[in-house]
């Protein structure tokens, strides 16, 4: 009985040549749509349900923050980097922050190092938490959108604690985070970690078991290993393809070289692996959380700043790892108080577009899956 | 008139006594059926409105929240303001599509419960149609509501309400035989297509107990299939909200789009009941062999409750698996009728006719 749909063969999905005389269509999906979760729009070349082509066209929700960036002061940049990815805002602001920092060549205090961690693997919880619950009810299951939300409540509630904002944080600035964190911070995270590790195993058994999901993802939106690395996909979604692109790992930053946790890998290749990627990381996040939480040194919670920073004349990148993989931030620095050029390497975009490779042959049903898999989120792509 | 809960068939006759008294015969019967039909057309509109606010309560416990809770006690008039606010909602039409058949589509798809409807036996002598081929007619007649989605699909001028259309084309047609042949396991038992003798031989037992093993097996395949047939729980590809927008009703809007719901839940309330007639009884009380007592006990209780009770747990059952199951993707659900369901109930027939053959059931 689990494997109840296993005749259905490849050979059936990727769709064979018919006899009689078919023509291909093309179908908009989007820009409102209601499995896209934001403005993208994709064309579809379909041939009956099965998907010869698809053409991302983006720009429907392009805010050109980076031109912004030219006329912002830094601290001023780091507010706007909370609306490109949204769900991984925390990440954002440190991978701008951090690039100053390396500029001003400013060591920050191990306190503001433990914290960002921290906040920054709540923001990787909280981002993967909607995603499970998104793709469920992408593939139908509507009851998991709601689960994921009460869970992700939670950390939104402890973030509010923290800095008062729940989704759009800017927690971070040059040199720090913008105020201590709240005296109840660390009981409050220690609860959220006592109750979610209860709860991630009903994840498992809603979604993970269930033979419906498992045939409606596996070998489904295959993404060889040679393809992530040419398409540059990184996360999760990467790690899913068995390419070993964990920032976190590669090229420490905050207080990832102190903690002790493990790089996902699989070689799935499918949207069953870069789900269960995900899944592993929610645990990992949980383990790096454990291990920081009750370590948090005394001491500023930021360094010295002037009110004005000026960053030498160069030229400044920084990676940081992202609910979605790898952010890079492009400094060009003329020495003046705003950027002469700032380049945002988004994981959003370079993971959208392996979608035409992935989904060649396969259904528009299987195409969500994919779609989910790959974790987009628009405001990232677009910028 | 001697009105009592337990038979109907005195107080249904009075009525039509009555009605002869008073009128010449023939106009006599054409009142009695728009009587008939009034009645039906209430019921129908009470069980859109009730069965829309049990749905959303239920899925609502499932996922942790209140659900409606505003308009009125509970929640309970949501739907009433639902249905108001569509009826004065503008019906548009979308340019270059088939006008008639855009607006034919939506009263065919509500014609075919309509007449399922009138078949069903609610209680002793409370049936509006009692063929001798009562379970032919409602598998039969069930069908013609998918040419309403079709024609839904086809006359919009959409590409998904069209891809919707062919895939609930595809899925109702193949799903309509493990329906059939799990309802013929029965009435290889019963030895009757008549829907109230059907219920009649369940007076010492249901056959979903007195039924042995195939009995189990049909009922699974019945709540599998005819789930499927009215496009619900995880085989709602025709309306896959994720993929298609909407499926075949996509375009529709205001009380056309309100049809289409209302047919849907009229569909789902129909399944419930042709698998209580059949499997559980339908109005007969529980019944254990000669076991004086409990049978007495249990007669206590009106077979319209039975009748609806029976109904209850079924449509809990469907929606139950409707709010926890991912959905399925089209070849899959084809493959899972035509490689799994129809073989099995097809050997599952010749099983139930051994086991009559035998006399190994009860």
């Known amino acids: 009985m689990s494997n109840i749909f296993s005749l259905i063969s490849d050979k059936d999905s990727k769709g064979t040549s018919s006899a009689t005389e078919t023509q291909e269509y093309f179908v908009n999906m989007g820009p409102q749509h209601p499995s896209t979760h934001g403005v993208l729009r994709l064309l579809l070349t379909l041939d009956g349900e099965i998907i010869r082509k698809v053409e991302p066209h983006i720009g429907y929700i392009h805010r050109s923050i980076e031109k912004m960036c030219e006329k912002d002061s830094y601290q001023q940049i780091v507010h706007l980097t909370d609306r490109m990815d949204y769900l991984s805002c925390h990440m954002n602001n440190e991978a701008v922050c951090l690039a100053v920092e390396k500029g001003l060549q400013l060591e920050v205090p191990d306190r ?54 729940r ?62 690395i040419s398409f540059g996909v990184t996360g999760p979604s990467g790690r899913a393809s068995g390419f070993a692109c964990d920032v976190r790992k590669k090229d420490p930053y905050s207080a990832y070289d102190r903690v002790d946790f493990k790089e996902i890998i699989r070689t799935d290749c499918d949207s069953f692996g870069r789900y269960k990627v995900r899944i592993a990381e929610m645990y990992e996040s949980l383990h790096i959380i454990e291990q920081l939480i009750d370590n948090i040194p005394e001491g500023d919670f930021k360094a010295k700043t002037k009110a004005v920073i000026k960053l030498p004349p160069g030229e400044y990148y920084q990676r940081v790892e992202t609910a979605r993989g790898e952010l890079g931030v492009y400094v060009i620095s003329d020495n003046k108080k705003s950027p002469y050029r700032v380049k945002f390497r988004s994981p959003g975009f370079s993971n959208l577009f392996a979608l035409d490779t992935m989904a060649k042959g396969y259904k528009i049903a299987d195409l969500v899956a994919m779609m989910s898999t790959l974790d987009l989120v628009i405001p990232d792509i677009d910028r | ?155 919009s001028n959409n590409k998904y309400s069209l891809i919707g259309a062919m895939r609930s084309g595809a899925q109702i047609v193949s799903y309509e035989l493990s329906v059939v042949l799990s309802l013929i396991t029965i009435v290889v038992l019963t030895g009757s297509l008549q829907l109230s003798e059907i219920v009649a031989s369940q007076s010492d037992g249901w056959w979903i107990f007195k039924g042995n093993i195939p009995a189990i097996i049909a ?35 205001g009380i056309r789009f309100a049809f289409f719901f209302l047919a849907e839940y009229v569909n789902f309330f129909i399944i419930a009941a042709v698998g209580a007639t059949v499997f559980f009884g339908g109005w007969m009380p529980l019944h254990i062999g000669n076991i004086e007592f409990f049978n007495n006990a249990m007669d206590v209780i009106p077979p319209v409750i039975w009748f609806f009770g029976k109904v209850v747990v079924l449509l809990f059952l469907i929606m139950w698996f409707k709010w926890t199951f991912p959905r399925l993707r089209i070849d899959q659900l084809l493959t899972l009728e035509w490689k799994y369901l129809l073989p099995i109930s097809i050997v599952n027939i010749l099983l139930m006719s051994l086991v009559a053959l035998n006399g190994w059931h009860l």
């Not at chain 1, 959220?192 to 269930?210: A, I, R, S, V, W």
């Not at chain 1, 999901?213 to 393809?227: P, Q």
């Not at chain 2, 039906?40 to 659900?67: H, I």
Request: proline letters at 3%.
């Open chain 2, 219 to 253: 009922f699974i395949i019945f709540i599998v299939a005819s789930t499927a047939e009215s496009n619900r729980g995880p085989f709602d590809l025709a309306e896959a909200e994720s993929e298609l927008t909407a499926g075949f009703h996509t375009e529709y809007s």
């Open chain 1, 112 to 165: 503001v190092k433990f914290i960002r961690t921290i906040i920054s693997e709540l923001t990787r919880l909280s981002s993967h938490q909607l995603w499970w619950g998104v793709m469920g009810m992408d593939l139908g299951a509507i009851t998991t959108f709601l689960y994921g939300f009460r869970d992700r409540e939670q950390i939104t509630d402890i973030f509010e604690e923290t800095c008062g904002a």
């Open chain 1, 167 to 228: 989704l759009t944080m800017n927690y971070n600035v040059p040199g720090g985070v913008m105020f201590d964190i709240h005296p109840n911070f660390q009981k409050r995270t220690k609860d959220f970690l006592k109750y979610f590790k209860e709860k991630l195993p009903e994840y498992d058994e809603l979604l993970t078991g269930n033979v419906i999901f498992v045939e409606r993802t596996k070998d489904i939106g295959y993404l060889s290993k040679e393809d992530a």
């Open chain 2, 1 to 155: 008139m001697n009105f009592s809960i337990y038979d109907f068939t005195e107080f249904i006759r009075s009525i039509h006594f009555w009605l002869t008294g008073i009128f010449s015969p023939g106009l006599a019967d054409v009142i009695g059926l728009a009587i008939i039909g009034v009645c039906f057309l209430l019921f129908v509109t009470l069980l859109g409105l009730s069965l829309v606010y049990v749905e959303r309560k239920v899925a609502a416990f499932f996922q942790q929240r209140l659900g409606p809770m505003r308009v009125g006690f509970w929640g309970t008039a949501q739907t009433v303001a639902d249905i108001i606010k569509l009826i004065f909602k503008e019906p548009l039409v979308t340019k270059n599509s088939d006008k008639f058949l855009f607006n034919l589509a939506a009263f065919i798809v509500l014609i075919a419960p309509f007449m399922v409807i009138g078949a069903v036996p609610f209680a002793k002598g409370l049936h509006a149609l009692d063929f001798d081929i009562g379970l032919f007619y409602i598998t039969a007649v069930s069908s013609i509501g998918v040419t309403g989605i079709l024609l839904a699909g086809w006359s």
